[in-house]
T-cell receptor
Framework: DAKTTQPNSMESNEEEPVHLPCNHS???????IHWYRQLPSQGPEYVIH???SNVNNRMASLAIAEDRKSSTLILHRATLRDAAVYYC????????????FGGGTRLMVKP | GAVVSQHPSRVICKSGTSVKIECRSL??????MFWYRQFPKQSLMLMAT?????????EQGVEKDKFLINHASLTLSTLTVTSAHPEDSSFYIC?????????????FGPGTRLTVL
């Protein structure tokens, strides 16, 4: 599986934007970039995914570098409820739906 | 989004006993379900992939005779931890996938915290 590298932790102030980086320099052409987040003592929840183009949804935006070797998850206005571990995951589009979780980034939001 | 439930949410058992954890897709039929394990301060580790009506596929290092998986219907998969020991204490999470297209979102359950005394 192609691997991702994320900072262990990040801090943000409430109501400010947050940019969570992810490096995936060994990404292949068929790999989709997925982001999930896990709130304390809960199962992960889907945030967003993309292949080549930037993506927006009600939760966040995903900015994908032109060479696809990195991506950034953008939370436009962080709230205290956004404090979670954010996982950047590469999924091979030819290999089904299996997800391999890495270490993730623990986001702390300060009031 | 679709809802996946797990039961029980937490369980405490004595060493040597068996524990069954249920994973249900509440408003959709799941062709595939996954079982993960998560130790404190660590990431999720995939244990096995379960397809309805067939035997589960276990990841390397996961004992299939210890972690019995049954996916008898499109809405229910069960994980039984047999002869549980304290080292099996962990947070067990299931997820369910619907459909067979290129991308099918995984919907995760809330997890089951198992403590073996």
């Amino acid at each position: 599986d192609a691997k991702t590298t994320q900072p262990n932790s990040m801090e943000s102030n409430e109501e400010e934007p947050v940019h969570l980086p992810c490096n995936h320099s060994t990404i292949s052409g068929t790999d989709y970039i997925h982001w999930y987040r896990q709130l304390p003592s809960q199962g992960p929840e889907y945030v967003i995914h993309g292949l080549t183009s930037n993506v927006n949804n009600r939760m966040a935006s995903l900015a994908i570098a032109e060479d696809r070797k990195s991506s950034t998850l953008i939370l436009h206005r962080a709230t205290l409820r956004d404090a979670a571990v954010y996982y950047c995951i590469l999924r091979d589009g030819n290999a089904g739906n299996m997800l391999t979780f890495g270490g993730g980034t623990r986001l702390m939001v300060k009031p | 989004g679709a809802v996946v439930s797990q039961h029980p949410s937490r369980v405490i058992c004595k060493s040597g006993t068996s524990v069954k954890i249920e994973c249900r897709s509440l408003d959709f039929q799941a062709t595939t379900m996954f079982w993960y394990r998560q130790f404190p301060k660590q990431s999720l580790m995939l244990m096995a992939t379960s397809n309805e009506g067939s035997k589960a596929t276990y990841e390397q290092g996961v004992e299939k005779d210890k972690f019995l998986i049954n996916h008898a219907s499109l809405t229910l998969s069960t994980l039984t931890v047999t002869s549980a020991h304290p080292e099996d204490s962990s947070f067990y999470i299931c997820s369910a996938v619907v459909g067979t297209s290129v991308f099918n979102e995984q919907f995760f359950g809330p997890g089951t915290r198992l403590t073996v005394l």
